[in-house]
């Protein structure tokens, strides 16, 4: 079992979001040690210190909480004896980026762009590590076409889907395949955030601007990740949109990923929108039972947990529904306090150690909220049973409870509208957004309605 500070620190950067696994004050930061109460972490200077404090402490901190327990602190101290770049290649000096701080709406300006034969490929995330089921069928064998035969005929490639189901792993597992069957590719792989950042800098450093055009308009394939964060962005929409068509008039091969369909980024300019549209739409789906289950296996062996019962992968698997990463990060969690507190991996004891996830409850945090457990509290509530909730009937009774339990996993989840309407025994997804109309249109027209529905979502926040 794998359990060092390092492996933690690991696991901790894999849950940040990608920005912050990109960021270069985090790759500088060197695990000294772990214990049940404390993760302590070296960094170089007082000045990244404080960069990572300001920046990443909230979430780092509560990854921490949900792989060891609340009650273990991270700690930052200073040992200018850790090397300053670590072991990441892109990592520079903090003194360098210290007046590279700008004030343009907030942004930060992250370190200059990498060297061209850089991917910023993740070479963990393969389609050999990818567990295949029904939800992601289709967008798992577009994206494979894509990695064998890029800028032919899925381009752009725009997958989306809720937080933490896959999108990450899949874009990386495109360029390393292609990586991998034709070297002589530049393959580019960028978060929007990332894309904006160098695109300011290329602003202020007037000599850059060729450098950072050439950069991204002479891949191959780019790859960019959480393409939403260009909304509102205008100047970094227009720059975007002529590199797009840079690169598609070239038949370069463009994949992007968003938490939301093309037509749903209403603060994207509509040429833009319209573009994304014109090659391959994919969703990416909340994993069944059985595919979960296959992915705590697939977690084990990459993460060299040996002889966890199938009682326990199981248990798991029933109550964390809500994406991939979450998890993941349950069983991470739970083997990491067993290791700590040398205690049998059982049932009883994950049933101890995960008592706070998959049950609902009025101090329940909407994060954990899942299809199941609203079906629970809204039965309960309307006195009736989750069997007929889900169930084909249309009697009056249950038509209502059963749109604002649809509304609600809409609310109060990151589940897509086909996941809620697989969650209610629907094969069609207009259902739900029929549903989360009429719910709306109530809580405008009615203040009793309004009211309940109010205090129904209440009992998850």
Avoid at 20 to 33: E, G, I, K, M, N
Avoid at 241 to 264: G, K, Y
Avoid at 348 to 356: G, I, K, M, N
Wanted: charged share 25%.
């Amino acid at each position: 079992m794998r359990h060092t500070p390092n492996e933690i620190w690991s696991e901790i950067l894999e849950n940040l979001n990608d920005t912050a696994q990109q960021d270069v004050y985090l790759h500088q930061a060197v695990p000294l040690s772990l214990t049940a109460d404390a993760l302590k972490i070296a960094v170089p200077s007082a000045y990244t210190r404080a960069r990572i404090e300001e920046r990443f402490r909230t979430d780092i901190q509560r990854v921490l909480a949900t792989l060891i327990g609340a009650q273990c602190v991270f700690t930052l101290t200073i040992d200018e004896s850790v090397a300053r770049g670590s072991e990441d290649p892109n990592a520079i000096d903090s003194e360098e980026t210290s007046d590279q701080v700008i004030d343009q709406n907030q942004v930060s300006v992250s370190a200059p762009p990498s060297p061209q034969n850089q991917t910023g490929l993740n070479s963990r995330y393969r389609f050999d590590t990818f567990v295949v089921d029904t939800p992601n069928r289709i967008c798992h064998a577009t994206a494979l076409a894509v990695s064998e035969n890029p800028g032919r005929d899925y381009n752009p490639l725009f997958i989306y889907g809720g937080v933490g189901l896959g999108k990450t792993h899949l874009l990386h597992a495109i360029g390393n395949r292609l990586s991998a069957n034709q070297p002589h590719k530049k393959v580019l792989y960028v978060t929007s955030e990332t894309f904006m950042n160098e695109y300011i800098e290329s602003i202020v450093n007037r000599g850059s601007a060729q450098g950072f055009r050439t950069k991204y308009r002479t891949a191959d394939m780019l790859l960019i990740d959480d393409i939403q964060f260009l909304e509102r962005k205008e100047g970094t929409q227009e720059e975007f949109f002529n590199t797009f068509n840079e690169l598609h008039m070239n038949s370069n091969q463009i994949v992007m990923t968003s938490d939301r369909t093309p037509n749903n980024l209403e603060n994207l300019e509509v040429r833009l929108r319209s573009r994304f549209q014109s090659g391959m739409v994919a969703e990416i789906g909340m994993p069944q039972y059985e595919m979960r289950i296959a992915i705590l296996r697939q977690k084990c062996q990459d993460q060299e947990f040996e002889n966890l019962p199938d009682d326990v992968l199981s248990y798991i698997a029933e109550v964390v529904e809500t994406n991939i990463r979450e998890l993941e990060g349950t069983l991470v969690r739970l083997v990491t306090q067993a290791t700590i507190l040398k205690e049998n991996l059982s049932l009883d004891f994950a049933r101890q150690v995960l008592s706070d996830v998959g049950t609902p409850s009025p101090m329940r945090d909407r994060k954990t909220a899942t299809s199941k457990g609203i079906q629970m509290v809204v039965a309960d509530y309307f006195g009736i049973e989750v069997a007929d909730l889900i169930s084909m009937k249309r009697t009056k009774e249950l038509v209502q409870p059963r749109q604002i339990a649809m509304y609600m996993c809409r609310e109060l989840t990151q589940m897509s509208y086909s996941n809620i309407a697989q969650a209610f025994n629907r094969e069609n997804h207009t259902t739900v957004i029929h549903a989360c109309k009429q719910i709306e249109n109530t809580i405008e027209k009615s203040d009793e309605e309004r009211q309940t529905i109010i205090f129904l979502l209440d009992q998850f926040r």
